[in-house]
């Protein structure tokens, strides 16, 4: 089984099929890429995971998994994968799964930002990649036009509903802005966050990095003009070599000792300044909301139907301008990686990874918890 190719299912302009893809050139994983418009999609994989989402594999033998960071966990487990992505130090794990938060779920509004805040800018470039999946079914030009008015209308709906406005967007600009800043320093002299092989936290910023900022015209342009070294690395992790003739003298591995580089120090720090409040905003909304329901039946979907991955909307500040934004439980899931294996860690490491924590700022992260676990369960995120 494990020879057959597998089956993805997204697209080019995916922000999170590229992240899997990124992971299956660098594990040498055999698979067969297929955009959502294809009937196996439309037929077979869309009802069995209860909503249009992508990307989803699916195995020779019809098994599906969704979402990236399941599926990243299940290739492991099943021996697909090269090496793990998962480092097995304490302070390497925990920074990784820290970093996989941050770059995922936490560049979400950039990424959402620069693809449809500047719309024109973009925009002949998105009508074609958007377009991809419509003309591989044959529509005509006239109902691709009208698929895409509808569909492209619907994702740029979402920008105020992230926080994104006029009178935010230069707050979420100057964030933005610093995080290149420090990644382009660290990209200068090492291939990977975390050193010469990449690791879950390469591939939680690559979600956003690629398929958003990193090849939508407007900032990739800037990319490449204010951090080359990032643009740089995004080539990298597209590639299914390890990419790192710059670092000739760079073994494909970590460093032996449980360290991290310290020019990930300013990118943790950034992260405890931009992130951390709308984290924490995110626990507290999510306990008051839990409070206010009453009993939830454990598999509940978080949303109350699979469909809906939200549960409403609440207000941080980033960079003294105040945002309302949508709470989504998933980002909490992504969190409770990093509570669960800090909390997993022998009473006496666990000093030493706090006081690495408490040296940027996100001491606080280590610990914060909802009232209530958000699980996986048939491909929806539910209450535990
Ligand atoms: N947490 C998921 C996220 C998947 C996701 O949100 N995919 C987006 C496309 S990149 C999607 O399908 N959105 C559909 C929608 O918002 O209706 C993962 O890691 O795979």
């Given at each position: 089984?494990?020879?057959?190719?597998?089956?993805?299912?997204?697209?080019?302009?995916?922000?999170?099929?590229?992240?899997?893809?990124?992971?299956?050139?660098?594990?040498?994983?055999?698979?067969?890429?297929?955009?959502?418009?294809?009937?196996?999609?439309?037929?077979?994989?869309?009802?069995?995971?209860?909503?249009?989402?992508?990307?989803?594999?699916?195995?020779?033998?019809?098994?599906?998994?969704?979402?990236?960071?399941?599926?990243?966990?299940?290739?492991?487990?099943?021996?697909?994968?090269?090496?793990?992505?998962?480092?097995?130090?304490?302070?390497?794990?925990?920074?990784?799964?820290?970093?996989?938060?941050?770059?995922?779920?936490g560049q979400v509004?950039?990424?959402?930002?620069?693809?449809?805040?500047?719309?024109?800018?973009?925009?002949?470039?998105?009508?074609?990649?958007?377009?991809?999946?419509?003309?591989?079914?044959?529509?005509?030009?006239?109902?691709?036009?009208?698929?895409?008015?509808?569909?492209?209308?619907?994702?740029?709906?979402?920008?105020?509903?992230?926080?994104?406005?006029?009178?935010?967007?230069?707050?979420?600009?100057?964030?933005?802005?610093?995080?290149?800043?420090?990644?382009d320093a660290h990209?200068?002299?090492?291939?990977?966050?975390?050193?010469?092989?990449?690791?879950?936290?390469?591939?939680?910023?690559?979600?956003?990095?690629?398929?958003?900022?990193?090849?939508?015209?407007?900032?990739?342009?800037?990319?490449?003009?204010?951090?080359?070294?990032?643009?740089?690395?995004?080539?990298?992790?597209?590639?299914?070599?390890?990419?790192?003739?710059?670092?000739?003298?760079?073994?494909?591995?970590?460093?032996?000792?449980?360290?991290?580089?310290?020019?990930?120090?300013?990118v943790l720090r950034?992260?405890?300044?931009?992130?951390?409040?709308?984290?924490?905003?995110?626990?507290?909304?999510?306990?008051?909301?839990?409070?206010?329901?009453?009993?939830?039946?454990?598999?509940?979907?978080?949303?109350?139907?699979?469909?809906?991955?939200?549960?409403?909307?609440?207000?941080?500040?980033?960079?003294?301008?105040?945002?309302?934004?949508?709470?989504?439980?998933?980002?909490?899931?992504?969190?409770?990686?990093?509570?669960?294996?800090?909390?997993?860690?022998?009473?006496?490491?666990?000093?030493?990874?706090?006081?690495?924590?408490?040296?940027?700022?996100?001491?606080?992260?280590?610990?914060?918890?909802?009232?209530?676990?958000?699980?996986?369960?048939?491909?929806?995120?539910?209450?535990?």
């Amino acid at each position: 089984m494990q020879n057959q190719p597998l089956t993805l299912f997204g697209a080019p302009v995916g922000l999170w099929t590229g992240k899997i893809r990124s992971y299956l050139r660098k594990q040498g994983i055999p698979f067969v890429e297929r955009l959502p418009s294809d009937p196996v999609f439309q037929g077979e994989v869309m009802p069995a995971v209860k909503r249009f989402i992508n990307p989803v594999i699916r195995f020779a033998d019809g098994m599906l998994v969704q979402d990236t960071a399941d599926i990243i966990d299940y290739l492991e487990r099943k021996g697909y994968a090269r090496f793990s992505v998962y480092p097995q130090q304490p302070l390497q794990r925990i920074v990784a799964l820290t970093l996989d938060l941050f770059g995922g779920e936490g560049q979400v509004r950039a990424a959402m930002h620069y693809r449809w805040s500047y719309r024109d800018y973009n925009d002949t470039f998105l009508r074609h990649e958007f377009g991809l999946a419509f003309r591989a079914v044959g529509l005509p030009q006239a109902a691709i036009d009208q698929q895409l008015d509808g569909f492209m209308g619907y994702l740029n709906a979402y920008l105020p509903k992230l926080g994104i406005t006029p009178t935010s967007a230069p707050a979420v600009e100057a964030a933005y802005g610093d995080l290149l800043a420090a990644l382009d320093a660290h990209f200068r002299v090492q291939p990977y966050l975390l050193g010469g092989r990449p690791t879950v936290a390469d591939f939680g910023f690559i979600a956003n990095l690629f398929a958003h900022l990193g090849r939508d015209p407007y900032p990739a342009d800037m990319m490449k003009r204010k951090a080359p070294s990032v643009f740089r690395w995004t080539e990298r992790m597209m590639a299914n070599d390890p990419d790192t003739p710059e670092f000739p003298n760079c073994a494909f591995a970590l460093p032996e000792a449980d360290e991290v580089p310290a020019t990930i120090g300013p990118v943790l720090r950034l992260m405890a300044q931009d992130y951390l409040p709308e984290l924490k905003m995110a626990v507290a909304y999510t306990d008051a909301w839990l409070a206010q329901q009453g009993d939830i039946a454990s598999g509940t979907p978080v949303g109350g139907k699979p469909k809906v991955r939200n549960i409403g909307q609440g207000r941080f500040h980033l960079r003294g301008v105040e945002l309302e934004t949508l709470v989504w439980p998933y980002s909490l899931y992504m969190l409770q990686r990093v509570t669960d294996a800090y909390e997993k860690l022998d009473p006496q490491q666990q000093p030493v990874i706090h006081d690495y924590f408490a040296s940027t700022g996100l001491e606080d992260l280590l610990t914060l918890r909802a009232t209530r676990r958000v699980e996986r369960r048939d491909h929806i995120e539910i209450w535990a």
